[in-house]
Nanobody, 126 residues
């Protein structure tokens, strides 16, 4: 049984930082690409970042490059999302997900993922 548990969300002032974590179980974590998505109220779930199985390759949403950093620790079966200089518009539920195939552009779409976590709320106050 695959489980993805996100943590690290919360309330932060604009300009602040948060680091999200996603602990995975039930999969061979070190062989899977991983990704982060987010969904704001009334909006579609959108791609944030993805990382290859060994961390050598990453994708980011263009609008988030330079502020968000994805990383992973295969020894801990955990993927991270460091978010800096947070803005009000970053408020959303953040989800991690397990990629279905190797590292490629499909990871920028929801269809590129097989399993999803329950999400963690990030609220940025202006």
């Amino acid at each position: 049984q695959v489980q993805l548990v996100e943590s690290g969300g919360g309330l932060v002032q604009a300009g602040g930082s948060l680091r999200l974590s996603c602990a995975a179980s039930g999969i061979t974590f070190s062989t899977n690409a991983m990704g982060w998505f987010r969904q704001a109220p009334g909006k579609e779930r959108e791609f944030v970042a993805a990382i290859s199985w060994n961390g050598a390759g990453t994708y980011y949403a263009d609008s988030l490059k330079g502020r968000f950093t994805i990383s992973r620790d295969n020894a801990k079966n955990t993927v991270y999302l460091q978010m800096n200089n947070l803005k009000f518009e970053d408020t959303a539920v953040y989800y991690c997900a397990v990629g279905t195939r190797g590292f490629g552009p499909s990871l920028k779409t929801k269809s590129g993922y097989a399993y999803w976590g329950q999400g963690t709320q990030v609220t940025v106050s202006s």
